[in-house]
């Protein structure tokens, strides 16, 4: 099944809390891994393989026309190696997978899991370069980039408006200026928020076997 096919299945299905005057949309976490045993286990090994940048390894469980990009052409390992690089130190490939399994797999269908929820259930309603989702429960919103500045809310999986580019402040890490959906603003720690643009993928049951059957986005 493809990118495509799947972005149409999840059109509808978006988990959404929002307050009764609209000023509150949340996207909480999602992990399903656990409700199937052998995708479970697929996911140890994955994260394994992960660990040990191990291109060869990560091969084996990637599907033989595994999605590298939108074009119907960019399908097979040639292409995802092109894409991704897995053996280039400066390749983001294993840095993305690792923030996959870090979000968790959310089970559209018995033979398919996807991650990360924050990409999939993204309301279509808001432009995904626009916002931020908060992948915590009670970050801290605070009123200048320092751990020293008043708290002004504390935020629980909201999504944000982003108002800037992360950027260096008092103390160690990065903070982003965002706005909530009330139009209160301040910064979060870049640790405590991610991009619905960020890479996504897709993992089917092949013949009995889990395996990697898309990974998309930036690189």
Known sequence: ????????????????????????????????????????????????VVEAHDTKALRKMADKEVVSGPSEDDTGWAKFTTRWRPDDPE???????????????????PTLFVSPYLVWKFPRELSAA???????????????PSLKAPVLALLSFDVVRKLGQPEGGEGLGKWVRVSMLDGRSGYVNARDVMSPLMPRAQFGRRNGKWLLIALEGPN
Do not use: N
Request: aromatic share 8%.
């Open 1 to 48: 099944m493809t990118t495509r096919v799947v972005s149409g299945l999840l059109a509808g299905l978006c988990l959404l809390a929002q307050a009764q005057d609209g000023s509150v949309v949340r996207l909480y976490p999602v992990d399903d891994s656990s409700r199937d045993p052998t995708f479970r286990a697929f996911v140890k090994k994955l994260q394994s």
């Open 91 to 109: 390749s983001t490939l294993w840095h993305a997978l690792s923030d996959l399994l870090d979000l968790g797999f959310t089970r559209e269908l």
């Open 130 to 144: 626009s916002y931020l989702v908060v992948i915590r429960d009670r970050a801290e919103l605070r009123a200048a």
